[in-house]
């Protein structure tokens, strides 16, 4: 009874102190998701075909984890600026690489990544959106 109760007492020592970690699983399985749809994306897709395909590997994520979207004018057109998460680094921060860009142009798919959104960028200087 003694020695049980010791047993007992060791591992409530031993086990009280762990705490659960987030080693990251949340956000390899939002990667992962997002790798296995992100292919049966079309450039001419509209904001809801895209949004039906990529919004769910996105789940996971808390509000402070996921990049707003950006919406601007350029000329006449209104350009949305969708920010999936498809990457992640262990380092507790949130940068550029671990997201790539969707932009729309009226609703419409026209490019994916970063190199178009800074070449939008410095052709056309954004105009917010009021």
Known sequence: MIRKFTLLLVAAVLGGGCAFVDTGSRYADTVDDYAAVAPHVALGMSLAQVNTLLAPTQLR?????????????????????????????????LTDNEYTPYLFIDQTLVSVGWLPLRELRRLQPARLVL
């Open 61 to 93: 994520l808390d509000n402070v984890e996921r990049r707003p979207d950006e919406v601007f004018r350029n000329n006449s057109q209104e350009v949305l600026v969708r920010y999936y998460r498809s990457g992640w680094q262990p380092d507790g921060r």
